[in-house]
Structures are given as structure tokens and as C-alpha cells.
């Protein structure tokens, strides 16, 4: 029988301390959402080269060169975030609701003069809500079974992904030792492995070489997620108008990161055994990056306007911090009597550090982006916007604390991960002087390879062994708004979708007698994951903002 073997894991070993964060996590700190004012998100946020609003400060810096008078503006949304899950013919559908404070801001527009070539220098402030993490998910069924490559059937569960992982560890370090809690502190050692086997839920031979699954018949899985935080946004803005046909900009951005997830993966069997596994997750921190923009008029008598803007990678320093509480129940016989009796045993990752949760630090470098944009207007009644984003997310790197990369994590993106193209468009039409319509459309195409998968290093800290593959965004806008001389008020709604392949765990490790690995697509062999959870995520979002101009 042909098998091919994997070295990821010597490389694994190789790594420095124990391994946190996945590259799921930081997809969603890198992600941002189209929010601001209710006439930035009206018009889709393709208002890049058109300027003249609060919320270009973050998208093309120069647009606060467009401004010829000071303006203050806040607001105010309230989303309702949709997930509907199907995991072969089971469903499950969830809602979040929420009210939210989304932007705050100011420019102060100095005019210099109208002969001299520089026209105005303007400063603005801003802050906004640029990502949201607040969605529930849930799915269950049978996990289903697969033929082994000796022609035997067996069955589909999380707990095969302990066996292997604990597998994995022991053999490149067969020091450790399996039977003591002490092993939670060793950074070589993969929390998923150790909390297997301390929960009875896999077994060893005497010298811990080959760690087992006990599986006593099909897996009935049962996951539910709560993820709650978000990032705050702080710009500090300067822009410059210079003849009126050429604005610069140049933007500092501040980013206060807060991200939560609990998640609960449950199994139980025929035998009226089983287990929950329940994950709790933080992950927070700041960063910064800068962004720099321009917007020209390339012809003098002509309403045309071309902008560009690059923003640098923001630089996060961060802190996972994680725990796991492990509830299983198995059949146990007394080895006096010989009786069967049902058990409980818990092992809780808090209590075992001595009533605390573990922290690991490390820096992010997200990807470089650039911003192409077109604006053009008809009179003072009709506005119309373009917008091209361009984000390689297969670029993303780990740094630790030190300053030494962490080449697992920077690799697993590099392989998972590609480049997304954001395309925005956006109108706004002026039937009278004081009243405005707008419509907007984006459109941002998947971040992730396919068949990208979340795979847990042997020393990994990581316990939650779910991940969901997003595929494109479509995001659709409408908006209306009243000018009186100096007060303005606007309003939109917002409605995003995209669909996603979830699964609780992946695992590929066929179960022969040595418990080696195998490349995928080997005819000898077959994946030992779930079929995908088809999950449609929706957002609904209605913003006001409230502003004033003098």
C-alpha cells in the first residue's frame, strides 16, 4: 500500500513556544466593514475621489482636502447580523440584534487664499466602528463514518484530531509526559492532545508513542459559537487643496482591537457516553498604519476627478488569551466488581494553571492596500462614484514580541490565503438643493484558497478546532438625505450577504498502525471531516448621522 508522509511536523517542532492564534482569527481582525456616515454608506463608500465627507479620512486621505468649511458629525445604527446554517438537511437559524455608537468626527478648514496655489489646509478627526464581530452560529448532526484503508468503517469525530495531535507531540519530544497536568505548561504540547487524554477520551500505548480515539459508535455533533467586540478606528487627518484641482492627504490611523468567542463542540454516542468542549477566546490589542492620497482634476473645466491612496500595513501588537473546559461522561468498570458505572470527569485549563487563563503576545503586519477611485459630477444635482481595492492577504505576517517571525503562522497564510479585489460603486441625486437620494453597491471577492483549512500545529494553544471559508460579498445601500443652511441629517440602510463552507474540525490522519500522516487526494486514502456546514451570513444596518457645518 503507497503512502506519502508529511514533514510538516518537524517543521512544527521547530517552532519557539507554544502556537496560538490561527490565521482565522487575524482574517477577521483584517477584514473591515463598509461603516461611517449615513452618506459615506448610502453611496457604498465609493467616495474616494468625489471627497468632501468625514469617512474618506480612512479610505483616501485626500478627500478632507475637498472640504471648504468646518463640519462636525456623529452617528448612530442599529444591525441585526443573520446566520443560517445547513449541515445535511439540519437547520439552524440565528439572530443578533444591537444598537451601536458608529462615528464621531470633525474637520477644521483653514482657507489660505484664492490667488496663492495652496487653497486650503484642512485637519480632521474621526472616529468609527470599523469591524463588528458580533454573530451566534449553530449546527448539529451525525458526523458521519468513513472506510479505513484496512476496508474497516469508523466513525467521523473531533476526537481522532486529539489522538493525533497528542501522537504528533510525543513523537518528537518522547520525554513528555502525558499523565501529568504539568503537561498544560509545556510549550511543545498541543492543549487539544492533552485535554483528550485527560478526559478519557483517548487512550496510549504504555510508552505514549501512539495515542488512540475512543470512539464508541457514530458521532453526533452538536457546535454553537458566540463571537462579540470589534475594532475602534482613530484617524488624525492633514490634507492640503492646491489650485483646486489637486488635494493631498495624509492619515494616521489608530486601532483599538477587542475580539470574544466562546464555542461549545459537544458529541455523544449510542452507548449514551460523550463530551462537550468548550473554548473561550480573547484576543486584543492596538495597531497602527498610515495612509497617504491624492485627487486630481486632470482637466481644468472638467467635473472628472481621479484618486489614489496607499495605506501601509497596520502594525498590531496583540494578546491571545485562551481557556478550554473539557465535561465528559464514559462507561468505567469498577476492578473490583467488575460492574459498569457512568462517570464524569472534567478537566478545566483555568484551574489547572492555578486560576488563571494562558496569554500568549505577538505582533501582526496585515497587508499593504491600495485604493484606485473615479468620481465625476453633473452640476450640482447628480454625483457618481467608482472604487478598486486591491488587498493581498496572503502577505499577512506574525512577528513574536521579540521580533523573530513565526514562520508556522506566516506560512499558513501564505498557503491559505489570497488577494481580495473591492469593487464600490455609488450615486447621489439632488432633486432639489436641500434633499438628497443615494444608492451603492460593493462587491469583495473571497480571502480564502479553496479547500484552505484551519489546521492545528502539535503545540498549539488553540482548542476551538472549528473555521468556516468565506466566499465573496455582495453589499447593497440606499440613503437619503435633508440639508437646512448649517444642520444636515442622513439616513441609510445597509444589507450585506455572503455564504461560507463550515466545518467543527478537520482531520487527516488515517488510522493505520502507525498513525502516519497522509497527503490529501491519496487514492489510499480518504478525509476524516465532516462534509461542510452551508452557512449564509446576512447583515442589516440602518444609520443616522447628524451633522453641522459652519
Sequence with gaps: MKKKTLTMACALLMAAGASAQSIYDVVNLTQRDLNGTARFVGMGGAMGALGGDISTIGTNPAGIGIYRSNDVMTSFGYSITGTESDYMGSKFETNKARWSFDNIGAVIATKIGNVTPLRYVNFGFNYHKSKSFYKNMSMEGLMGGLDMLDGSWAPISQVRYMAQQATDAQRGYPSMDYGSTDIFYNGDAGWLGAIGYHGWLTESTEAHDIFTPIVPSEAYGYFRSEERGGIDQYDINLSLNVNDRFYFGFTVGLYDVDYNKYSLYDESYDTDEGYGLETFKRIHGSGFNVKLGAIIRPFEYSPLRIGLAV??????????????????????????????????????????????????DFNLQTPWLVNASLGYTVGTSLALGAEYEYENYSSMKFKYPEGGDMGWETGEAKA?????????????????????????????????????????????????????????????????????????????YKFLSYKSDFYPFFNEMSEDATYDYVITGDQNYTLVTPQATKVTNTRSQVLLTLGFRF
Design 311 to 360: 495605506h501601509t500595513p497596520t502594525f498590531y501588537s496583540l494578546t491571545y488569551t485562551t481557556g478550554a473546559l473539557l465535561t465528559s461522561d464514559a462507561w468505567m468498570t469498577d476492578t473490583e466488581t467488575g460492574e459498569e458505572y457512568k462517570d464524569r470527569l472534567t478537566v478545566d485549563t483555568y484551574d489547572i494553571l492555578g486560576g488563571r487563563d494562558m496569554d500568549r
Design 416 to 492: 491559505n490565503l489570497k488577494a481580495v479585489h473591492t469593487l464600490r460603486l455609488g450615486a447621489e441625486f439632488k432633486p432639489t438643493t436641500a434633499f438628497s437620494l443615494r444608492a451603492g453597491y460593493n462587491y469583495s471577492t473571497a480571502a480564502y484558497e479553496d479547500g484552505a483549512l484551519k489546521y492545528l500545529p502539535v503545540n498549539a494553544l488553540d482548542t476551538d478546532t472549528d473555521y468556516a471559508n468565506s466566499q465573496s460579498m455582495n453589499t447593497f445601500t440606499l440613503g437619503v438625505g435633508y440639508r437646512w443652511s448649517s444642520f444636515y441629517m442622513d439616513l441609510a
